[in-house]
């Protein structure tokens, strides 16, 4: 089966996208992944397009008075962070946002702009490690406003977009996602006429291109660092055209040099000579942290044999939380921790076995340090898994798995691929005898050690980033 990567840059490459222009702008980077996100449902994959509804009009006004009170200290801030609210974790009983936390300590005139509404709120400020945090929704909201100004534009080779929509039945707006990257860009000039920063780091930039766009214009470096799986399958770090470079990044700061081989001659995201291994702070301080969950791990280990870590993925629960069901039902000995991203994920549409568990107080780096064997679909949690010496069991759905690990962990030991649930159920009874002394050398080649230390160096590498 085709899948719907393989179709997306196959468009790219026999269409003349880079020809559609919005007022001499290149409408195709700014919607680009917005059509990967519809096309990708023809594959059962939920799109995960934030829209105007309801519920983020409350989230909205719920946030928007977030941290405002730091708004008037910006002036002062020399380094400013995009990032997310739902990439905070808990440790020690703080709230850290697991990518961007490091920086305040290594630079402290840093200031947080985090987005609210993949997890519907902002966790309170006396929970997070550092407090110079403002809601992003304050940025979304003069986005919004300033968009409503966009109102003449001429579309060059709109036929090119018109016949993609109709020929793959893409719903997008693209005349709306034209004028959110205008109000983003208008909106960040605006904000820069009283204050300036030195770095900008952004966690995702792909939905961000107003934003650079503006930042670049002023000579302000963006930094993006890497919070998920990046290869050859991931469409927001391959662009196999060229397109305007002031879309995207300045610097990646990745895992580990791993990361570096995607980049080069054949993909125009970045140079590769600015794809620079940094490693994963928040990794290193969880492993290094006192164990938690030890109470429920007795319990369990009392009942069960053996304690499935599942990093459940939203998009894809259709997929895997049948096929986790039924796994369940056929291993009894097991019991099944479902680890949700967002704890307030509502499950109540699914009825689960006695040996599912939706486990809520503990995330997924506390879970897999009292799990036997981990498993997910193609989460992140399968490079990260490594740093726990935790085996994984990957549920190779229509090779969903496969496309993402399968050349990565060719020769790897500790992760299996299960397409089926006698293969999957096999797996895990082989995966717990691993040594996890073994898996985490493994994980050595995935993730670069000491954090503070790279990122300081990475910093200095470039003549511009002192």
Known sequence: MIQSHEIFYAIEQEKAVEDIRVNHVQLWPIIRLKFFEELRKRDGISSRIVRI???TVKTLIKTFFFGLPNLFRLSRKKYWIFSSSDRRKSLGGLYYDRVVDAIPDILPATITFENPFPLGKHYPSKAMPHKQVISQSIFYLGSFLFARFCRKYKIGDEHIIRELLEQYKVNINYKKEYATFRG????????LRFCKPKIVFMVYTASSMGYISAFKRKKIP?????????????VAYNLRKPFDAGFFPDYLFTY?????????????FIPLANVIPVGYYFLEAVAQAPASGSDLHQQLKARYKLIVVFSFQEPMADWSLPFLISAAAASPEYVYLIIPRNPAYDFEAWSFPSNVIVERDLNIYEAMKIGDVH??????TALEAFCFGIPSVLIDIKHMAGNYYQDLFDNVDSVTFAADMDSFIEAIAHAKDRDRGKIRAEGDRFFKRDYDTNFRQALQSKGELH
Do not use: C
């Open 375 to 380: 498993t997910t679909i193609n989460s992140t």
């Open 256 to 268: 580990g040099d791993m990361e570096r081989h995607y980049f080069g001659e054949a993909n125009y």
């Open 222 to 234: 963006v930094v993006e660092l890497q919070h998920g799986v990046i290869n050859d399958k991931h």
């Open 184 to 191: 983003q860009y208008y909106f960040t000039l605006f904000v």
């Open 53 to 55: 509804s309801p519920a």
